[in-house]
């Protein structure tokens, strides 16, 4: 990506783990939107520390570890602006590995149509309307039932783990790492996310572009990507993507804070 000028400034979040300070250096010029995917995804995971903190000090620490991939054959949803950063991390790399990914996601997309599932995730990468919980969940059973290993899982170890979705940095877990081999019938204890990155890219996407927000399943990513390269032309100032960005995490943690004093007292 080309290099910009960038300024530094210092964000103050207050989340339900605590309050997180930390300085990012954001492009001043204009820049595609994917060029802010680094630095929220980095705002995402330090908030997330904060969270790991605190269970670990209650006695949950975190039980992942590498080489435990169950999750890897989970449904994983890209934002757009994920899934354009995605394709140009791809774009990037050796013609052999470029091809080697494109073999992975056709061995993919091939199970996921004889199953039935691909047009129904298809519709959900161009949906006019915003995702529902309620219609994505069987999805996401029948997804993970069929066990399709991320076409950027390699040796059950992530090839791209510094540059993966925000959903996979999400999901982490305090139960023991066995019972990730079935999420659907084993209890699962999640470390709960204070910011969901995906979904506040999802958020300013949908704000910029005036459309629904979308979610695009990992293995039409790229594809999505390049049928939407258009849209992917437009820039704006980084800092003024920053600004409205953060003003999705903000509305996200009012809105967790205010659930959170909704719910009744057990």
Not at 168 to 174: D, I, N, S
Request: glycine share 4%; with cysteine; aromatic share 6%.
């Amino acid at each position: 990506m080309t290099a910009h000028t960038t300024e530094r400034f210092e964000i103050v979040l207050n989340t339900q783990a605590g309050q997180l300070t930390t300085a990012v250096d954001v492009p001043t010029g204009f820049v595609p939107i994917a060029a802010i995917v680094p630095l929220m995804r980095r705002l995402g995971e330090e908030a997330q520390a904060l969270e790991e903190a605190r269970t670990t000090e209650a006695g949950r620490p975190r039980s992942c570890h590498k080489g435990c991939a169950a999750c890897c054959r989970m449904m994983v949803p890209l934002s757009p602006p994920e899934a354009f950063e995605l394709r140009e991390l791809v774009r990037s790399f050796p013609t052999e590995r470029q091809e080697h990914i494109a073999a992975r996601m056709a061995q993919a997309k091939s199970s996921l149509l004889s199953h039935g599932l691909w047009y129904q995730l298809l519709e959900l990468g161009e949906s006019s309307q915003p995702p529902n919980d309620d219609e994505l969940e069987p999805v996401n059973r029948k997804y993970y039932a069929l066990r399709i290993p991320c076409p950027f899982l390699e040796d059950e170890v992530c090839s791209i783990y510094d540059e993966r979705p925000a959903a996979c940095r999400e999901l982490l877990v305090t139960s023991p790492a066995q019972q990730c081999e079935d999420f659907v019938n084993n209890h699962v204890e999640l470390i709960q996310a204070p910011v969901r990155i995906g979904s506040t890219l999802g958020l300013l996407w949908g704000e910029l572009t005036k459309t629904p927000a979308k979610l695009i399943p990992l293995p039409m990513a790229l594809d999505w990507a390049e049928r939407h390269q258009t849209e992917n032309r437009s820039a704006w100032r980084g800092t003024m993507l920053l600004d409205q960005a953060l003003d999705k995490i903000w509305r996200l943690l009012s809105q967790a804070l205010q659930k959170r004093v909704d719910e009744p007292i057990s």
